[in-house]
Nanobody, 124 residues
Framework: QVQLVESGGGLVQAGGSLRLSCAASGRTFSTYAMGWFRQAPGKEREFVAAISWSGGSIFYSDSVKGRFTISRDNAKNTVYLQMSSLKPEDTAVYSC?????????????????WGQGTQVTVSS
């Protein structure tokens, strides 16, 4: 069992930055890949970024590539999402998740444990 708690969301102007954190409980955190997803009102959940257990493999959606950076600190059981050059279309609830099953990183069905999410609102 893994529990995830996101933090760092908030209201920011377009062009600004935020850093999201996802703190995980459980001793096996370092053995799992992790992902960030987001969901805007009225839209389907969307893959944002993922990172392998070692941090050696990283994936981004085309919509955030070059603006967002995912990282992890296994000693702190935490994964981060540094978001820069934010746009109003980045407004969503951002959730982290544990990649528990095999499959492509962007596929949400491969993730078993999810956090409650943190709201990010980007004003124009």
């Amino acid at each position: 069992q893994v529990q995830l708690v996101e933090s760092g969301g908030g209201l920011v102007q377009a062009g600004g930055s935020l850093r999201l954190s996802c703190a995980a409980s459980g001793r096996t955190f370092s053995t799992y890949a992790m992902g960030w997803f987001r969901q805007a009102p009225g839209k389907e959940r969307e893959f944002v970024a993922a990172i392998s257990w070692s941090g050696g493999s990283i994936f981004y959606s085309d919509s955030v590539k070059g603006r967002f950076t995912i990282s992890r600190d296994n000693a702190k059981n935490t994964v981060y999402l540094q978001m820069s050059s934010l746009k109003p279309e980045d407004t969503a609830v951002y959730s982290c998740a544990v990649k528990y099953w095999s499959g492509n990183y962007p596929e949400a069905t491969g993730y078993k444990y999810w956090g409650q999410g943190t709201q990010v609102t980007v004003s124009s």
